[in-house]
């Protein structure tokens, strides 16, 4: 064997080895019934074409490699974000190893959550049991405050009834009769993430503001002067949520974030392990009831969220992950006209300092054609910000993404010059991008990890920003938001430009007269 201790190879290296490289000749030839080079190659090149661009688009039965994930991931992300609150997912334990793995990867942090480990007897006979067991275990076990409870897709094939399964355990003693146990059905075969998001961030405020799913008064809204802010499943949580804390500090306005899981994905490494740090309060989020308005920076991630709170008198306000100036401009300007406070110096001085940036940079961006993909409102926030610099974003695919939102996006982009020949792509997969990077070609793609695949197969240049970033360390404690988190946006896409000037220009006395010091 090419490994032992004595001379530990890393896998880049040990697979290179002969003993390695026999081995996956032989894998293929044997039991990947391979084709002949050539004419693999002729199919290869076919699927670069007009021709299969048609048939690609025209598949209705298939989906591949999707941008999105399923519903119950974003319920875990938006129950993490309540103090002391585990989540508990009623269905199987590899469901609940995804939803942690995917987590942990991205924010280099534990997540921690529970399953009900429904087996095959409970697709059977009901999962209530496991529901009994599981939230005993749960209670006694980690000492949460709040468990919140959703599902995966065996629990709502079979039809479990979460509302009779918790009040069931509950008189069965798995938990007090007054313990917060709120819930959210999260099939997993519709929707995506921020449908999860949705649904949960709606099932826990509506657990404390209509009465604890009716077994005690429903509260009376006492109309305040503060706003509740809710972020949206977002990547950079970490960065965003504490930015978006420092703009309120500035303005000196009265808030609560409802979902802030920006300490629970940054613990620090002292000694002590964290199985929950931060969070919103559970008085916090009871008390949101009376807050003056509510505002959303995703829209798309809070329909059903946003909806039921303005049946509570609230003025509920959406954005589309607002990014650049004048996504910052109107985020401000509507936090400023809701609370009467004005938008502080320090703030238009860093407005300024970010158009200033833009000024320097501007002739580096203009007229870079990209492609995005990712979540609709991300999608919509990096295409404003695009046209912004003057750039032209080409394709914008969002798979989770609807008609209502590439009727927004073609909207956005005729609104500007440089959105001529700019398209939408609603639900549509990574497998319709690569068709669309191979006929119109442009210059940038910018979206997540699952990207770089594209990037080496079309040669397409990848800028990672959007969920999950696997394959790079830490990008999740900027923001994105504000006009610092703009200047970050900023900074990595004319890194990236700046990279590949340098990789096209670098040949010594044939290209490397480009290969300059300044840029």
Known sequence: MPQNPENVLDHMTLFRQPEYTEMF???KKNFENPVADAELERVREWTKTDEYREKNFAREALTVNPAKACQPLGAVFAAV???????????????????????????????????????EDAAVFGGLNNMIDGLANTYNMYKPKMIAVSTTCMAEVIGDDLNA?????????????????PFAHTPAFVGSHITGYDNVMKGIVEHFWDGKARTEPALERVPGEKINFIGGFDGYTVGNLREIKRIFNSMQVNYTIL??????????????FRMYDGG??????????????????????TEKTLKYIETKGQEVVSFNHPLGVRGTDEFLMAVSRITGKPISAELTRERGRLI?????????????????????????GLTAFLLELGAEPTHVLSTNGGKPWAEKVEKLLA?????????????????????????????????????????????TPLIRIGFPIFDRHH???????????????????LDKIFDEIDRNTNVVAKSDYSFDIIR
Request: include cysteine.
């Open 165 to 181: 399964f918790i009040k069931t355990a509950k008189e069965k003693g798995s938990v007090p009769q007054e313990f917060d146990v």
């Open 475 to 493: 990008y999740h404690r900027y923001p994105v938001w504000g006009y610092q988190g703009a200047m970050n946006v900023l900074v990595w896409i």
């Open 81 to 119: 974000g309540f103090e002391q609150t585990l989540p508990f997912v009623h269905g199987s334990q590899g469901c609940v190893a995804y939803y942690r793995s995917h987590f942990s990867r991205h924010f280099k942090e534990p997540t921690s959550c529970v399953s009900s480990s429904m087996t």
């Open 415 to 459: 609104s500007s010059p440089f959105g001529k020949d700019c398209h939408a792509y609603a639900g549509k997969d990574l497998w319709h991008m690569r068709s669309l990077l191979f006929t119109e070609p442009v210059d940038f793609l910018i979206g997540n990890t699952y990207g770089k695949y594209l990037d080496r197969d079309t040669g």
């Open 356 to 380: 200033d940036a833009i000024a320097d940079s501007n002739a580096h961006i203009h007229g870079k054609k990209f492609a995005i993909y990712g979540d609709p409102d991300l999608c919509l």
């Open 259 to 272: 979902g802030d899981n920006s300490d629970v994905w940054d613990t620090p490494t002292d000694g002590e």
């Open 25 to 27: 000749e032989n894998k």
């Open 280 to 301: 919103t309060t559970l008085e916090e989020a009871a008390n949101a009831l009376h807050a003056k308005a509510t505002i959303s920076m995703q829209e798309y991630n």
